[in-house]
């Protein structure tokens, strides 16, 4: 080689290695920047499944509190179902004894005294019947003002849920 050449190609071999290099540093950078990305979606990805994990379950509290919330209302319409059938029950034995009331007097004043007897004794059975039928009734009003109370904390639980 020449001296003119000589210092040529040390240049050429220079620049050739000194893009061999750079080139060399660019795949390495492109390969940490993948590597970065790539744990950048890993984490974005097990932060997603971890949102619709939390989804599931808040859709499952859903959907038990729903439940709760159908079977109180048929346990609620079931007491309604019962408390009328005693009220209509209650209004028919009411019925019933205006009927029986409406001539005792006219009876009390022809009757003897066994049959004044039997009448205090009828009296006395039906007025202890009306007041066990009352205390049914007032038991019957407060298990179904309990199941109220229970709806409406239900109630209230899903909207307070339903907000956050």
């Avoid at 859709?59 to 709760?68: C, D, E, K, M, R």
């Amino acid at each position: 080689m020449t001296g003119r050449t000589q210092p040529l190609v040390i240049g050429l071999l220079l620049a050739v290695a000194f893009s061999a290099g750079w080139l060399v540093n660019g795949w390495r950078a492109d390969a940490r920047i993948a590597q970065f990305a790539l744990a950048q979606s890993s984490d974005e990805l097990l932060q997603t499944l971890q949102v619709a994990q939390n989804l599931i379950k808040t859709q499952q509290g859903f959907a038990n509190a729903l439940s709760n919330f159908h079977q109180t209302q048929q346990a609620n319409a079931q007491s309604q179902a019962d408390l009328g059938k005693l009220l209509l029950d209650l209004r028919s034995t009411t019925a019933g004894l205006r009927g029986d009331f409406a001539g005792l007097p006219a009876r009390i004043e022809r009757a003897n005294r066994s049959t004044l007897a039997e009448y205090a004794s009828t009296c006395t059975a039906v007025f202890e019947a009306m007041a066990a039928g009352g205390g049914r009734l007032a038991e019957a009003g407060a298990g179904i003002a309990a199941e109220a109370e229970g709806h409406a904390a239900d109630a209230r639980m899903m909207h307070e849920a339903w907000l956050k």
